[in-house]
């Protein structure tokens, strides 16, 4: 488990929450009571069901699970989240959600403010993946026969979202740190129409950063728009520790005509909550849209008038709210604090595992993510080692990840035979701010299962 302070924070809380939910309740008092039947002891058996079923779960929230991009939501969106769904609002309509749509509106200002943008159209969403298809949607609008491209290392979910709107789609190839290979783009940019360019800031596989100002200055000559899908690694524009190349990207997102991020990634929010963000505010008019019956309670700007979804849960707004307003998006302070704690722990894991003669890496991490292979006679062989790595990690509680990458990522040593294209490597998204005083333990348990796994 947790430490005790921690776990004795998460009880406390509680109570606060039930003092929070009386405060709410106080807002109704003028209301004639609504009896609404419950049976208290059916209740208790299908949540204790529930407790049981859910221990078939890896151990997320603990600093042990160093695998899948899984971080826990802070104590606070909880709570906020578990309050505001005792009114169970909708973001789709001010009638449906007044106060939680200001909040929305208020949360994601500071999003766009982390950015560089004060003028800006954008909302939450339900993820990621529906923030990059209105992204690519809007593009769509501005350049129907526009093709979208984006690097082979970016998230499948660009190839996906071009199908279902009908857009053409092409994948760059990668340099050999998992980038924008900009020579390979520039040729295609040559035989003309390219729509739009993606420029990932953070893969999700090994966290790595398209060139951006090289992606700017193509964009002066060949004028295609440029969306940053940072849905993982938009928040590293708050840290401080990046290297001076990465942090140049940062500099300049604000450039860019679109950009995603994902709270429910390193924002510490429930899933699911993205946010698509707009520099140009005459977007709107690709949404506009009538609907009597739900934009009538006011003049003020509904967010379903600038969102292709519907309903959404305004208890998602609440959450991101307040953990905003704990925890402020700036340089130097908690939140920022914890993402350079993470990329610490990610740096000191690399830097044991590159000089250890068992193991071989790739390039270092440029935020959080690290990946790695057993040292073998061969890339196939190396593959399955990882797996028998992987799973005896797991047997002592360290659970980690596999991930198939090309092999041109890594620097093979003398003799060990290149039989395939990719390899079966482990990987790490030390995203929790406590990985940094655990490493010494997850280095240990590597230490030890490389030892007693044969090859």
């Known amino acids: 488990m947790v430490d005790q302070h921690a776990r004795n924070l998460e009880i406390d809380s509680l109570q606060i929450l039930r003092e929070a939910l009386n405060k709410l309740d106080n807002g109704f008092s003028a209301l004639k009571p609504a009896a609404i039947p419950s049976d208290h002891q059916a209740l208790e058996n299908v949540l204790f069901e529930v407790a049981e079923r859910l221990k078939d779960n890896y151990p997320y929230f603990h600093p042990l699970y160093a695998g899948q991009m899984l971080k826990p939501p802070h104590p606070v969106?909880?709570?906020?989240?578990?309050?505001?769904?005792?009114?169970?609002?909708?973001?789709?309509?001010?009638?449906?959600?007044k106060?939680?749509?200001q909040m929305e509106k208020e949360a994601v200002a500071e999003i766009a403010k982390m950015f560089g943008w004060d003028t800006f159209l954008g909302h939450l969403t339900s993820g990621g993946t529906m923030a990059n298809l209105e992204a690519l949607w809007v593009a769509g609008?501005?350049?129907p026969s526009g093709k979208i491209v984006a690097s082979k290392q970016a998230h499948y979910t660009h190839s996906r979202i071009s199908a279902v709107l009908k857009l053409d789609f092409a994948s760059i190839p990668n340099d050999r740190r998992g980038r924008m290979d900009i020579d390979a783009l520039k040729k295609l940019l040559d035989l003309g129409n390219i729509g739009?360019?993606?420029?990932?800031?953070g893969t999700t596989a090994t966290g790595s950063i398209d060139p951006l100002p090289d992606l700017l200055n193509l964009r002066e000559k060949y004028g295609f728009r440029i969306h940053i899908d940072s849905a993982y690694g938009g928040y590293f524009k708050l840290a401080d520790n990046l290297s001076p190349e990465t942090a140049a990207v940062y500099e300049r997102i604000n450039e860019a005509d679109s950009i995603v991020v994902d709270p429910h990634k390193h924002g510490l929010q429930p899933y699911g909550c993205g946010c698509v963000l707009f520099r140009d505010l005459s977007v709107g008019r690709f949404y506009k849209h009538d609907s009597p019956y739900t934009y009538f309670s006011s003049t003020e700007l509904h967010l379903g008038e600038i969102s292709l979804e519907c309903s959404r849960a305004g208890a998602t707004a609440v959450g991101l709210w307040a953990t905003q307003k704990l925890l402020p998006l700036e340089k130097g302070g908690e939140f920022a604090l914890g993402l350079q704690s993470g990329r610490e722990a990610a740096l000191a894991l690399w830097e044991k595992l590159r000089a250890d003669k068992r193991f071989i890496t790739a390039f270092p991490p440029e935020l959080d993510i690290i990946f790695w292979a057993p040292h073998a006679k061969s890339v196939s062989a190396s593959s399955e080692m990882a797996r028998k790595l992987f799973a005896a990690a797991e047997e002592k509680q360290l659970y980690l990840a596999l991930a198939n990458l090309p092999v041109e990522f890594f620097d093979l040593p003398a003799g060990m035979q290149p039989d395939s294209d990719t390899i079966t490597c482990l990987r790490s998204v030390l995203m929790k701010p406590e990985h940094r005083a655990w490493v010494d333990e997850i280095w240990n348990i590597i230490d030890q299962v490389a030892g007693d796994t044969p090859a």
Do not use: K
Not at 78 to 85: E, P, Q
Not at 196 to 201: H, L, W
């Open 77 to 97: 969106a909880r709570l906020a989240y578990m309050l505001a769904m005792w009114i169970n609002p909708n973001n789709h309509a001010l009638d449906g959600g």
């Open 99 to 101: 106060a939680s749509s």
């Open 141 to 143: 609008q501005f350049n």
């Open 196 to 201: 739009t360019v993606v420029a990932t800031v």
